[in-house]
């Protein structure tokens, strides 16, 4: 078996994926067909010559504004449904993933104005659905998109702690910069008084000592890309966030994508690991990042050092680093081998 074949078959664990990338070429068309939107072209390979990024941007705020097409296609209740089952029916079938979290941002994802409720039980049902007829297990994590203000993260948090029953868990995306983790402190306090596991985008851009600032502030058990705690020299960021028990969900063709590294090769990854840090792969945006967990696994052997150990190790941190319910997680680490 080659190396690439031995991945694709591996059965594998992603905690860092949103919903609104994984939005297929394929699908945008036929919704744009279906509701009269208008695209800059129906021709799939032009659109995705538009739609998905394969060289760096300019930046991550040049990336996130690629997201308008997929964001555009959130027309209806029917088409909440379709893009998550399609996620979902991808994940499982093209990468063998078992072990599954997906995360929307409901300000951002349902800017139609669709009922944030409604639309949340529709994913909700549309999960377990797909579980029942499938070995997968999954669970979703509500964001609140920074970028969006103050208002609306308070909003998305007062509507996770109410949907604490089906909400695994949340996080804060994007903008970390122009808003630091410790504008966030008391809305993270009733998080973790509710008993919602927090996750948050931290050290993507900007300065390590916005991870420091994040692991204060807001106690997250895990961070998302944090690839910034490696430029801290003295290695005291990378020491934190061990001591502080959390694992870091990297996204490496992700990274290379809004230039938070300069090649893949420079990713953190194996550092990471060296020193101890529990890490796991995803690949944060599929569709609009054109990437998947096979091509991130391929590239972290080939070009970022790790070892098919190292891969199956951030599976058991993933397993275990995972918000879903006790009883779902050794579930997928007995299909995962990770038991
Ligand atoms: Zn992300």
Redo the contacts with the bound molecule.
């Keep these: 078996m080659t190396l690439k074949e031995t991945i694709e078959a591996m059965p594998k664990a992603e905690l860092?994926?949103?919903v609104e990338?994984c939005v297929r070429v394929g699908t945008v068309i036929n919704i744009a067909r279906r509701h009269g939107l208008t695209l800059p072209t129906f021709d799939p390979a032009g659109l995705e010559k538009i739609y998905k990024l394969r060289a760096p941007g300019a930046s991550l705020e040049a990336v996130l504004g690629m997201f308008g097409l997929a964001q555009a296609s959130f027309v209806s209740y029917r088409e909440v449904e379709e893009i998550a089952y399609e996620a979902m029916e991808d994940a499982y079938k093209k990468e063998n993933i078992r072990l599954l979290e997906l995360?929307y941002s409901p300000d951002f994802m349902l800017k139609a104005g669709l009922d944030w409720q409604r639309a949340h039980d529709l994913l909700v049902s549309t999960v377990d659905k797909f579980e029942r007829a499938h070995p997968v297990v999954c669970g979703l994590i509500v964001i609140a998109s920074r970028s969006h203000g103050l208002d609306s993260a308070l909003k998305t948090m007062d509507f996770t702690v109410k949907n604490k029953k089906t909400v695994i868990g949340f996080?804060l995306?994007?903008s970390e910069s122009a808003y630091p983790s410790s504008l966030y402190s008391p809305a993270a306090r009733r998080l973790h008084q509710a008993g919602i596991p927090l996750t948050v985008?931290s050290g993507?851009e900007g300065e390590y000592s916005q991870v420091t600032e994040t692991v204060k502030a807001l106690a997250p058990r895990r961070i998302?890309?944090g690839v910034r705690a490696a430029d801290d020299a003295s290695g005291a960021t990378v020491e934190l966030l061990k001591r502080s028990g959390v694992t870091v969900?990297t996204?490496p063709w992700?990274n290379y994508l809004t230039r938070a590294v300069p090649s893949v090769e420079a990713h953190p990854l194996k550092k990471f690991l060296a020193a101890g840090l529990r890490c796991t792969i995803?690949a944060?945006?599929p569709e609009i990042l054109d990437t998947h967990l096979n091509k991130e696994y391929l590239l972290a052997v080939e070009r970022m050092g790790l070892s098919l150990d190292d891969i199956k190790h951030t599976l058991r941190c993933a397993v275990e680093g995972s918000f879903l319910e006790p009883d779902k997680r050794q579930q997928a680490a007995s299909w995962l081998g990770a038991a």
Aim: cysteine-free; proline content about 0%; overall charge negative.
């Design positions: 860092h994926r949103h990338g995360r996080d995306a994007d985008h993507e998302g890309h969900e996204n992700s995803g944060d945006d």
